[in-house]
């Protein structure tokens, strides 16, 4: 498969992202999982690595690659630590994308040389606690006085909240009175009636940093509106797109990890005298999430690949995202039942990688609003013949 989407850029990238990985990674990833400890000197040498911007120009501090470059990264991180792959992926794909999209030249100067470096970690706020799927019904609350906005809401479920030098988050934008619709924001870390709640307590990506972010009649100036006043959900909307792709690879990375966990305890573990993998109820497991794996790898570079020719990618960046997710949930799921009753020990890779998928299936759009987008999209074009 390789063949067909990787150049030889990209296979540098990943035979570098791999060696990273698992020479740097793999040693603490399972102690920062189980202490919930964030990496930060794993990011800060992902930073000296340029893999905090891949996908940003040159001009910016990126290294000026593109989607499938940053799929590839996500992707080999994911195999060892998807904690520290959610915290990449969260800022450039989140953190980072909408300042590119949508910033205004003086916003790009500003920030993408320092978030493309890792110098500064981006964060993105959308979700509230009554607007989650039905991300439209926001309720933050951005009102327009003299130079100013004078901001007040919450936002929940942040990641690199705690960590981040900027966060981009929506608000409703009112003028004169009147709600403009969503708009989009970006405020520094440490502005006066910003703050944070603890760390949240996650089943998985125990090791990413997730808080609740707080407004308490924040003011920043009008100059950290970002893109056209009412566009900000639009473009919220956009960023999502290309970050279903991202997560996308993150399910990959995730599938494998567990996949090639059981396949090294499948070779290891003996029973009635020969390895467990030599019987079919095992070899078939094998075999079927082997297949998984590999259908969802078409899907995931697919899409990136559409993105990167300038394609519309809605349908395909949630196909890939919505069965991509689904199958790191049932690869790392039979992964523990390979493992038997040491799967379910925490001595063993398998129930660390169980616990990291099931969140993939949430996060930016659940299983059920991608079949939404899917449908809706298949709908349209029939209708349009």
């Not at 009554?130 to 901001?151: C, H, L, M, P």
């Not at 990618?313 to 799921?333: D, G, P, Q, R």
Request: proline share 3%.
């Amino acid at each position: 498969m390789e063949r067909l989407y990787f150049t030889e850029e990209h296979k540098m990238l990943r035979d570098m992202v791999r060696e990273f990985a698992r020479n740097e990674l793999a040693p603490l990833a399972k102690e920062i999982d189980e202490t919930a400890t964030f990496p930060h000197e794993s990011v800060k040498k992902m930073g000296e690595l340029g893999l905090m911007g891949i996908p940003w120009p040159e001009e910016y501090g990126g290294t000026g690659m593109d989607t499938l470059a940053l799929v590839i990264a996500i992707e080999e991180l994911g195999k060892v630590c998807p904690s520290t792959a959610a915290i990449m992926m969260a800022h450039t794909s989140l953190g980072s994308a909408p300042i590119y999209h949508f910033g205004t030249e003086a916003q790009k100067r500003k920030y993408l040389p320092k978030l493309a470096s890792g110098e500064m970690l981006g964060a993105f706020g959308l979700t509230e606690p009554n607007a989650g799927s039905d991300a439209g019904n926001t309720q933050t609350r951005a009102v327009a006085k003299g130079d100013e906005y004078i901001i007040n809401g919450q936002k929940v479920f942040c990641t690199n909240a705690g960590y981040a030098g900027v966060i981009i988050f929506t608000a409703r934008l009112i003028e004169d009175g009147e709600d403009r619709g969503i708009a989009a924001f970006v405020v520094d870390r440490g502005t006066e009636g910003l703050s944070l709640s603890p760390p949240e307590h996650k089943m998985g990506w125990r090791a990413s940093d997730t808080r609740a972010v707080f407004f308490a009649d924040m003011r920043i100036p009008k100059t950290n509106l970002l893109g056209s006043p009412s566009g900000g959900f639009k473009q919220f909307l956009k960023t999502l797109t290309g970050g279903r792709i991202t997560i996308g690879a993150l399910s990959l990375g995730t599938a494998q990890g567990g996949y090639e966990a059981a396949l090294q305890y499948s070779q290891e573990r003996e029973a009635f005298g020969k390895p467990i993998n030599k019987f079919q109820g095992i070899s078939f497991k094998l075999a079927d999430m082997a297949t998984q794996i590999q259908a969802a790898k078409h899907l995931v570079y697919n899409a990136a690949w559409l993105k990167d020719q300038g394609h519309s990618v809605i349908k395909e960046a949630a196909m890939a995202k919505l069965f991509a997710s689904e199958t790191a949930v049932a690869v790392t799921t039979e992964a523990i039942q390979i493992h038997g009753g040491y799967g379910y020990l925490k001595d063993y890779n398998a129930e660390r990688f169980f616990r990291d998928s099931k969140i993939l299936t949430i996060g930016e759009g659940t299983s059920e609003v991608q079949r939404i987008i899917i449908s809706r999209e298949i709908l349209k074009a029939v209708n349009s013949v």
